[in-house]
């Protein structure tokens, strides 16, 4: 049973390129969230998904950054125009559903380095 | 919002010895607080939750505590070994939409 899968792994972009991270939950899993950890900080929300739905994008900025749950295929955080304050690594976590004490398995990761 | 603090920022223990990490939490609407650990350039990985109607639970050598009163709780690892230093991260979440509010974490060093 393959766990949650994120790629790349590595992403280098040049300021006011785009980003595409790419997750795919767990088997089973329809509930994605995706978490932001930048060096020496802990991990913030960003967004929470269903499949083709936004539940919570409370943590998101307004600005450049958008998420998608499509029907089919993996969930896709999406920073357009990106800024050196965007390197961080970016961490996807599903869940089989949601409410209380559902845990969170957490991918890899994808370590955004913006030049 | 929810707010998670975590004390100590660093803790160092000679092996063998129990290390504690605290945190703190401000949302009294909060009913699940899981525990991960998270090894150099690694996934944060769970090691252990705990509901809100429970008040300890214990797997092998980690326990957590929770204080619902005092909106505080406790990871507990006890007879500590070189592989456990890593980063460990306490989280908090209303189970509304089930969003996580992670604390900074902790960077436990285990001397052999």
């Known amino acids: 049973n393959a766990g949650v899968m994120q790629n790349p792994r590595h992403l280098v972009r040049r300021r006011g390129q785009e980003a595409r991270l790419r997750c795919s939950p767990m088997?089973?899993?329809?509930?994605v969230y995706w978490y932001r950890q930048l060096p020496e900080e802990g991990l913030k929300f960003m967004v929470y998904?269903?499949?083709?739905?936004?539940?919570?994008e409370s943590g998101m900025p307004k600005e450049r950054f958008s998420a998608e749950f499509p029907k089919e295929g993996p969930s896709i955080l999406r920073i357009q125009q990106v800024v050196r304050g965007d390197s961080a690594a970016y961490f996807c976590?599903?869940?089989?559903?949601?409410?209380?004490?559902?845990?969170?398995?957490f991918g890899p990761g994808t370590r955004l380095l913006v030049l | 919002g929810e707010n998670v603090e975590q004390h100590p920022s660093t803790l160092s223990v000679q092996e063998g010895d129990s290390a504690v990490i605290k945190c703190t939490y401000s949302?009294?609407?909060?009913?699940?607080f899981p525990w991960y650990k998270q090894e150099l350039g690694k996934r944060p990985q769970l090691i252990i939750d705990?509901?809100?109607?429970?008040g300890e639970k214990k797997d092998q050598r980690i326990a957590v505590t929770l204080n619902k009163t005092a909106k505080h709780f406790s990871l507990h690892i006890t007879e500590t070994q070189p592989e456990d230093s890593a980063v460990y991260f306490c989280?908090?979440?209303?189970?509304?939409?089930?969003?996580?509010?992670f604390g900074k974490g902790i960077t436990l060093s285990v001397r052999p």
């Open positions: 976590a599903s869940s089989r559903r949601t409410g209380m004490g559902e845990t969170q398995y």
């Open positions: 088997k089973g899993h329809s509930h």
């Open positions: 998904l269903q499949k083709e739905n936004i539940i919570d």
């Open positions: 949302d009294s609407a909060s009913n699940y």
């Open positions: 705990i509901r809100s109607n429970v």
């Open positions: 989280a908090a979440s209303t189970g509304a939409n089930s969003k996580l509010t």
